[in-house]
């Protein structure tokens, strides 16, 4: 069928077919971008849902670092309780010696101006003279034999002494390489590390320089910490000087090395 140009039917059907395909091009256009908005809205849900997650953890590894740190401050309580009760041991036994040692010897120098007395006083009774003499001699014997067995028990006591000053000595090397590796305590080091050239790099990395022997005795040192205390213990560095001084054989250089590292100079023997 075909239309004139002047037919008024065919005019408003080229009027309607134009504005039905103005009109699909809309909800085409209005199509695409709700499908863009949908995409953008899920892609919004997406990141948001991750934060919430990533906040999640973060809360839950806050409240694992509270409990640690509650748990760390309670041994280091024990740690300081015992090392004050160490202390308080340890200045006991001196000062019983020290008086044991200062009464003794006052008693033997009473005892021989005593007998430089009666000496003196009784030339003209020489027998009584003799037997007291006798017997203030056989007294100053026994004296002595008393100075003699209080001077072996501080030799024993300071033998006792040096192997727990060698082990408060690897037990401050191990604090100063924790702490120099930002660690919470030694057990960390032992878990990330091992007594290998691994540690021994990382603590040169951080400016902290040990022979390999040295590190091997603070990894390590189980013939020397069986012969301390496993509790941490605090000793003047002369103390401790005492302690690597009378270690021996090859371990001594490796001594000398950790108390270099630990006070800042060598273990030698003061005269």
């Known amino acids: 069928m075909v239309f004139s140009a002047s037919d008024p039917a065919q005019t408003r059907l080229a009027i309607s077919l134009e504005e039905n395909r103005t009109l699909k091009g809309r909800l085409e256009a209005n199509e695409n971008t709700a499908n863009a908005n949908t995409i953008q809205y899920h892609h919004r849900m997406s990141l948001i849902d991750q934060q919430l997650k990533d906040a999640l953890a973060l809360s839950r590894q806050a409240i694992a670092n509270v409990s640690r740190t509650a748990r760390l401050e309670e041994r280091l309580l024990v740690l300081e309780e015992d090392c004050a009760e160490s202390r308080s041991t340890v200045a006991s036994l001196k000062l019983e010696i020290k008086t044991l040692k200062e009464s003794h010897k006052s008693e033997v120098e009473d005892l021989t101006e005593r007998l430089e007395r009666e000496k003196v006083g009784r030339a003209a009774d020489s027998e009584p003279l003799l037997v007291r003499i006798h017997e203030l001699e056989e007294k100053v014997k026994e004296n002595n034999k008393m100075m003699k067995d209080n001077s072996d028990r501080l030799t024993h006591l300071t033998l006792m002494l040096q192997p727990l000053w060698r082990c408060m000595l690897l037990d401050a090397a191990r604090k100063k390489i924790y702490e120099a590796l930002q660690k919470c305590d030694w057990k960390e080091v032992r878990a990330e590390y ?48 005492l302690g690597v001084t009378s270690v021996g054989g090859s371990n001594r250089e490796a001594f000398d090395d950790i108390y270099i590292f630990v006070y800042g100079s060598a273990a030698e023997i003061e005269e």
């Open 194 to 241: 091992s007594p290998d050239g691994q540690l021994l790099r990382q603590l040169r990395a951080k400016d902290v320089h040990l022979t390999r022997r040295a590190l091997e005795l603070i990894w390590d040192g189980k013939t020397f910490r069986a012969a301390g205390n496993d509790a941490a213990h605090d000793a003047p560095a002369a103390e401790v000087r």
